[in-house]
Every structure is written in C-alpha cells, then in structure tokens.
C-alpha cells in the first residue's frame, strides 16, 4: 500500500511559478510511475504530467508543455512539479498519483487517471489574473 501526500500548492498571480512535492510511503517508490492530474470545478480530472520510474522519460499535456517540469528524487521518495507562467486557467486541484506499470506499458495508457491505484488527498493551486 502505498500513501500519498501533496504539498506546495497555494495561490499565485499569473506569470508566477509554484512547486509541488508528493511525498510517498509504503510500497517501493523507486519502481512506480508517478503522475500529476489536475481538476478544476466541474471539470473532469485531467492528465498533466507523468514520469517513469527510472526517471529518464517524462510526458506532459500539451497545455503545459513549456511550463511545467515533472521529476523524481527516488531516494527521497519525492516527486515533483516546478509550475512556471501559470496561467488562470491552470487553476485546479492537483493530484499525485502512482501506479507499477510495467515498463513497456505505453504512454497513452499511462497518462490516463483511470489506470492509477494510488492517490494522494490534493492541493490546491489557484491563479489569479
């Protein structure tokens, strides 16, 4: 079992940055893919970005690409999210997630919510025009 929890989430103004943190316990960190979702109100939850076990392939949504960084410290058993620009629209609650694909699972089926066991409680990030 493997419990999740999120930090750094607050509010900024557009054009400022954030970092999340997801702090894992239990399981074997170092072997799960980790990944942020992120849901605004009324709004579906929504892949933003995932980071493979080894740390060596990432992907993001093309909303923001360019912007934010997804990584992983898997000593700390931390992964990360630097937002920079923000925008209004990336207002939301961002959710870490994990799951143990396997290594040839492909990026399409990584990057949908629905194939992740694991979740954290939420942060949330609001930015102000």
Known sequence: ?????????????AGGSLRLSCA??????????MGWFRQAP????????????????????DSVKG??????DNAKKTVYLQMNSL???DTAVY?????DFPSWQSAGYIQDYRNYAYWGQGTQVTVSS
């Open 42 to 61: 009324g709004k579906e939850r929504e892949f933003v970005a995932t980071i493979r076990w080894s740390g060596g392939t990432a992907y993001y949504a």
């Open 1 to 13: 079992q493997v419990q999740l929890v999120e930090s750094g989430g607050g509010l900024v103004q």
């Open 95 to 99: 959710y870490c997630a994990a799951h």
């Open 87 to 89: 925008k209004p629209e």
């Open 67 to 72: 912007r934010f960084t997804i990584s992983r």
């Open 24 to 33: 894992a316990s239990g399981g074997t960190f170092s072997s799960y893919t």
